[in-house]
Nanobody, 125 residues
Framework: QVQLVESGGGSVQAGGSLRLSCAAS????????MGWFRQAPGKEREGVAA????????DYADSVKGRFTISQDNAKKTVYLQMNSLKPEDTAMYYC??????????????????WGQGTQVTVSS
């Protein structure tokens, strides 16, 4: 099973940027679905962005399109989430997840079996 560790969270003002990293250890198949999710207090965990490592396909939630970019560095087994033009409503705990091998594209939350511990992102107005 893939182990995932997120980093890069923090506090920024609205309009600022952050880059989250998700380092994977263990077996990392070349046909893995990687996802970034977020969960705000009192809300359900929602998908933010996803990437298929086999072909580089990406998918985004409508709320982050044009502002967030998911990318990968296969040599480092790391997936990134570049977040620009951050808004207060982006405040949440952000989680990285893996579905290895990828069962469906675009992926559903239920198919992800490996999760990181999360990293907090706080955006102030």
């Amino acid at each position: 099973q893939v182990q995932l560790v997120e980093s890069g969270g923090g506090s920024v003002q609205a309009g600022g940027s952050l880059r989250l990293s998700c380092a994977a250890s263990g077996y990392f198949d070349s046909t893995t679905c990687m996802g970034w999710f977020r969960q705000a207090p009192g809300k359900e965990r929602e998908g933010v962005a996803a990437l298929y490592t086999g072909g580089g396909m990406t998918d985004y939630a409508d709320s982050v399109k044009g502002r967030f970019t998911i990318s990968q560095d296969n040599a480092k087994k790391t997936v990134y989430l570049q977040m620009n033009s951050l808004k207060p409503e982006d405040t949440a705990m952000y989680y990285c997840a893996a579905d290895d091998p990828c069962h469906r594209w675009p992926p559903r939350k239920s198919q992800f079996g490996s999760w990181g511990q999360g990293t907090q992102v706080t955006v102030s107005s």
